[in-house]
Nanobody, 125 residues
Framework: QVQLVESGGGLVQAGGSLRLSCAAS????????MGWFRQAPGKEREFVTA????????YYADSVKGRFTISSDNAKDILYLQMNSLKPEDTAVYYC??????????????????WGQGTQVTVSS
């Protein structure tokens, strides 16, 4: 069973930056999209960004466009989320996820079959 492990969360002041990482326990597992989602207390899990693993096309939620960047290190097979200009409303548990086949609904958490355990990001005002 492939596992995804996130790291890099923490506490940061508004306007600051953090970089999250997501590593897979098996580097050769098949995936079509990988994405980052977040869930704040009392709210549903929401789409943040995704990357098509072959071709590297990226997609962003409007709320993070221009501030967050999804990328991957092919050699290390690690997924990253660079978060700049952080706002208090970005506070949430951040999850990386993977889906093995194409879906036009890549923004929906329901299509992702593999999830990490999550990492807390807290942005203070």
């Amino acid at each position: 069973q492939v596992q995804l492990v996130e790291s890099g969360g923490g506490l940061v002041q508004a306007g600051g930056s953090l970089r999250l990482s997501c590593a897979a326990s098996e580097r050769t597992f098949s995936r079509y999209f990988m994405g980052w989602f977040r869930q704040a207390p009392g709210k549903e899990r929401e789409f943040v960004t995704a990357i098509r693993w072959s071709g590297r096309t990226t997609y962003y939620a409007d709320s993070v466009k221009g501030r967050f960047t999804i990328s991957s290190d092919n050699a290390k097979d690690i997924l990253y989320l660079q978060m700049n200009s952080l706002k208090p409303e970005d506070t949430a548990v951040y999850y990386c996820a993977a889906v093995t086949s194409y879906s036009a609904d890549y923004r929906s958490p329901r299509i992702y079959g593999l999830w990490g355990q999550g990492t807390q990001v807290t942005v203070s005002s």
